[in-house]
Nanobody
């Protein structure tokens, strides 16, 4: 099993910054990708940013230029630096990891418990 523990959410004023962290632990042979999604009530979970093994990152258009995702491969950790936050960024943010637990197993997706980010106007 793999566990993802998130931290760093909270309440911030518009224009402010927050930094989210997500650490993966457990049975990990290789992490192919780690990323962040967000979800608001009544809407589907959407990709915010992803860090793919090899250094490639993928950011959603809505956060381009404001959010930066970075991974620490040695610590199985991914960060999301969120700057110039807007009220529409308010959501529950979930960490996701695509993990291969053993060299002979397939890749499985795991989710964190979610952390609330609230941006006041």
């Amino acid at each position: 099993q793999v566990q993802l523990v998130e931290s760093g959410g909270g309440l911030v004023q518009a224009g402010g910054s927050l930094r989210l962290s997500c650490a993966a632990s457990g049975r990990i042979f290789r992490i192919n990708a780690m990323g962040w999604y967000r979800q608001t009530p009544g809407k589907q979970r959407e990709l915010v940013a992803a860090s793919i093994s090899g250094g490639i990152t993928n950011d959603a258009d809505a956060v381009e230029g404001r959010f930066t995702s970075a991974g620490d491969n040695a610590r199985n950790t991914v960060f999301l630096q969120m700057n110039s936050l807007k009220p529409e960024d308010t959501a529950v943010y979930y960490c996701n990891a695509e993990v291969q637990s053993y060299y002979y197993t397939r890749v499985s997706a795991y989710w964190g418990q979610g952390t609330q980010v609230t941006v006041s106007s």
